[in-house]
């Protein structure tokens, strides 16, 4: 009885730290984004639409190290969430502290939406 007691204990341990080295093993490589589409009127846009996304190292000008397509299908309310990283993987942008910006292109429009969005700490968890 006694040596069943010990082995069950030694494969619970080995589970235990083969789950929490996992676990740790590496942050996912995406970056989750909601958003709310509306046209310039303000009246919410929930047809499927294509939204250019692009990584900077600031918050005007400069070049992005990383860029990524992705086609939205907002609900009723224009709410739409994407996982940035998923088709195109995030491999050319360093978070390594440094602040980082978010720029978005809407459907048809030629210009980025202005001002770009910060990205803040928890994405910096990939490196």
Do not use: C, H
């Amino acid at each position: 009885m006694r040596r069943r007691l010990m082995t069950l204990s030694l494969v619970m341990m080995v589970v235990m730290f083969a789950a929490a080295l996992e676990a740790v093993a590496q942050a996912p490589g995406t970056i989750t984004y909601q958003g709310r589409l509306t046209n310039a009127s303000g009246i919410m846009i929930t047809d499927s639409t294509d939204i250019i996304f692009n990584i900077y190292d600031d918050i005007t000008g400069g070049s992005s190290p990383w860029t990524e397509q992705i086609r939205v299908g907002p609900d009723s309310q224009g709410v739409f969430t994407v996982q940035l990283g998923e088709t195109m993987p995030l491999t050319n942008v360093t978070f390594d502290g440094t602040r980082k910006w978010l720029g978005l292109t809407v459907g048809t429009d030629i210009d980025e939406m202005t001002p770009r969005q910060p990205i803040n700490a928890a994405p910096y968890a990939i490196n």
